[in-house]
């Protein structure tokens, strides 16, 4: 179990959500009854497809949202007394729905639907946004890297290109989209994904030969360990690899250089001295379209750093946070939506279903406003409960997430395969 | 202050960092002394210049990074047992050098010199690499944003579309590089940093009518309130605004459609009103470009989002820390480093110096390798010491990072004003 974390989360967001909170309490608006959507307007250009996540965290990050005697005096320059008097007393009360982890999504799917008074459900726009919006760029980009590495293992090791927190976040967010281990130790002990590492040039460059180095490491992690092999010259170092393990010798890693090539080298040097059974993990900024340009190569696994944690050239989602209705003065349940040409809004609360052939194959995103979308009777619902009353009811084990997504990718049209920018691979239909 | 973070911040690393060091330990290598440098291989593509940012946070986490019960706890299946007997009196001992927070840099900038045993700074690689990489990205892009804005103010407003976490830090680090405030409250809370906001189309969306939200808005938070005008149509809003606070309100916000032709024509309607104090503040997916092509329309402020929170376009800065010099079996401090074509090191203990003419303008990055290189008499020495025998002796207020940034980009060459790509605008020299 990973240990508590006591810290608010109240502060992770801002300043103007405090602002509305007061002039809607003293106005007299704050305690209608509103409906949130958290939702994206489109998705990265060129993805076919994206992938939800965070929805573990969120849910976290809910229970936590409560302002202590530290998170008030903080604010004390920020709203009036009345605001700090009601923030005091605060725990969300209402209702969420939402997209389960590791489901795909399209643009306008309802990911989040946040059903409480304006007051309680604004509170949360900033943190709910900060977290889908992160967590789903990295599952997004997961998600293509682990669909074109096939049965290969995609390792996560990009801790160190991103703010040390959000490391985390992404080692669980790649985990849940198919990554099978990641370098992240917090990770490991937050949300029990594995991990995975052995060593890095500057071990090799500490001691006095590579020979030293490899007898050092093969001494302390075994014969099974991942040797790295190109600090100096890649062909002396498998040989010298092999000389020190032996040929039960577990992998070697390769770190620059043209890895197509140098694979098939290496491969073929290994099976001369015998080490067939000797893997070839390749890193060195790798994307989604050096993986699947690697297919070919005799590579046994791919570790994945910047790319990855940077969501492949889309670090975020865009995902939005609207009022889609709330109640009006007369106690009924009103929509509303910004009108805007670039910014488009669907006022009214949302329902969503992936609908799908008799043989399973995923057609249309069908999006029913203010009412379910009938199922055909191959079709799934997509918006599963996540809070009840305050209370969180969604929470679930990230191998559920993995198994989520591998099922929900698995219905996808195989044109999903194509690493090639198109347009979404299903439609979104409103009804 | 900020309040105090005790939680231990040695798992936010990789597992290659531990199982290096159980090696190490075993093959007697552990304790050499050894220096580490990190520091950037290039620029991010078509940037003129880098902005250190980070250091402050870097310090912080450095004096967290030990291994209580519970973090022990979480390693036993990562290392042996005389590792984790190690690491339970893990405190780092040594000393490191850098640039000063907001600081410029370029290619091949030793930004931190890390003098410890090898265990000890090994152990924070990546830590160290997560915050600078992703604290210095942000300040990179928002001192080009604050460049081009000029005298006028810059706002953060991008928490949304990143990692909680890292919208804290991002906060931070545009504040280092000349934004003015965020929307971040936890920035506030912990840094210091101002913080400023108002209101969402959703405050509008909730009222029954505009004239009833503004209403509410001045009335909560007074005339001098920035006014959200294009929920639905900006002039009608624009008219309702100025009847609503009067003459003299503060400002109307513009969050959507061609900001250049809309500011001016609501320039001319608020001037018409006889609002003509009250500024117009545009935000909406602005980056460094959209900016500098605001500038001849009638804006008084910037908020920016999406794009400084990910670095616009480059969200990592790619830093590197790599063993450069470590004791030899018979003592001498040895310069090491990994023979590559596509990833250079430069071995050997680094120094580094601004050359400037006699004028004060920065004319190269000189790096010292093994020595410090000469002062002609206008030059300047950028290195400074961040910690002494494991005490923290660098840290600084915020505002003296803020300082040091405009002073050190007031020294570059008029070039860096240009927003096109280009080379680095001083040229890195080796001596």
Known sequence: MPPAVTRSTALLTDHYELTMLQAALRSGTAHRRSVFE????????????????????????????????????????????????????????GDVWGYGEGETYFPFSPLLVVESTFAEAVLLETLLLSIYNHDSAVASAASRMTLVAGDRPCIEMGSRRTHEEAAVAAARAAYVAGFAASSNLAARQRYGVPTTGTSAHSFTLLHDTEADAFRAQVDSLGRDTTLLVDTYDVTEAVRLAVEVAGPGLGAVRLDSGDLAVLATRVRAQLDALGATKTRIIVTSDLDEHAIAALAAAPVDGYGVGTELVTGSGHPTCGFVYKLVARESADGDLESVAKKSVDKVSVGGRKYALRRRTPSGVAEAEVVGIGHRPVDDGDDRALLVPLVRSGEVVGRESLEAARERHLRSRGELPVAIQQMSRGEPVIPTVHE
Request: glycine share 8%; charged share 25%.
């Open 38 to 93: 958290l939702f994206p307007r489109r998705l990265p250009e060129g993805r076919r497809y994206g992938v939800v996540a965070g929805v573990g965290r969120a849910l976290d990050a809910l229970e936590q949202f409560t302002f202590d005697a530290s998170t008030l005096a903080a604010l004390e320059d920020v709203v009036d007394a009345p605001t700090l008097d009601w923030l005091a007393s605060y725990r969300f009360s």
